[in-house]
């Protein structure tokens, strides 16, 4: 397998600050990193495509300047949600593609919860 | 862009029984589709994959199906096992945009196994 690692596991914030969950491919290098939202009992939803050295590709309906991307090396990409408010409060899960296997592997994912 | 349908949404098994999850997707371009295990807080678990150009595989109790024709994808557990109860996704991977698989994510099925 490989190791994804994603920090911070729980963030616990007021509402209006900024927080940035970072997500690290540890054994091997990913050029494409994905970001994905997942509410109570539901599934993965994909919020945006992280390639290393160009700008992400957000799916539709997710504001980019609200969830700030940044995959700045082949190991860390970085998500920053700005001004954060209640309704941001959810699971949030990155993954690494392997691209010799083209598979994607999980991080542990973060817990914010925004008051 | 592509839809992956899940059934059941929940499921219940004695202890032992087999338990069967059925996916359908729409983009004819997928061609790889992995399933993933996530047990609660935690991050999905890749389980079994089956590429486009297999008709099934098979690991230990965990074999998946895949009917390109229509469309349609399954995940066989037999034996099972308490340890098995979790929330189980499928997966239809494309090509992207951007040269990288793009996955798209069922809406799950909560497994429980009941001793």
């Known amino acids: 397998g490989a190791v994804v690692s994603q920090h911070p596991s729980r963030v616990i914030c007021k509402s209006g600050t900024s927080v940035k969950i970072e997500c690290r491919s540890l054994d091997f290098q990913a050029t494409t990193m994905f970001w994905y939202r997942q509410f109570p009992k539901q599934s993965l939803m994909l919020m945006a495509t992280?390639?290393?050295?160009?700008?992400?590709?957000?799916e539709q309906g997710v504001e980019k300047d609200k969830f700030l991307i940044n995959h700045a090396s082949l190991t860390l990409s970085t998500l920053t949600v700005t001004s954060a408010h209640p309704e941001d409060s959810s699971f949030y899960i990155c993954?690494?593609?392997?691209?010799?296997?083209?598979?994607?592997?999980f991080g542990a994912g973060t817990r914010l919860s925004v008051l | 862009g592509e839809n992956v349908e899940q059934h059941p949404s929940t499921l219940s098994v004695q202890e032992g029984d087999s338990a069967v999850i059925k996916c359908t997707y729409s983009d004819s371009a997928s061609n790889y589709f992995p399933w993933y295990k996530q047990e609660l807080g935690k991050r999905p678990q890749l389980i079994i994959d089956?590429?486009?150009?297999?008709g099934e595989k098979k690991d230990q109790r965990i074999a998946v199906t895949l009917n390109k024709t229509a469309k349609h994808f399954s995940l066989h557990i037999t034996e099972t096992q308490p340890e098995d109860s979790a929330v189980y996704f499928c997966?239809?991977?494309?090509?992207?945009?951007?040269?990288?698989?793009?996955?798209?994510f069922g809406t799950g099925t909560k497994l429980q196994v009941i001793p």
């Open positions: 992280s390639n290393e050295g160009s700008k992400a590709t957000y």
């Open positions: 993954s690494a593609l392997k691209l010799a296997k083209n598979i994607q592997y």
């Open positions: 997966a239809a991977s494309a090509p992207g945009a951007g040269g990288y698989q793009k996955v798209t």
């Open positions: 089956i590429r486009s150009n297999v």
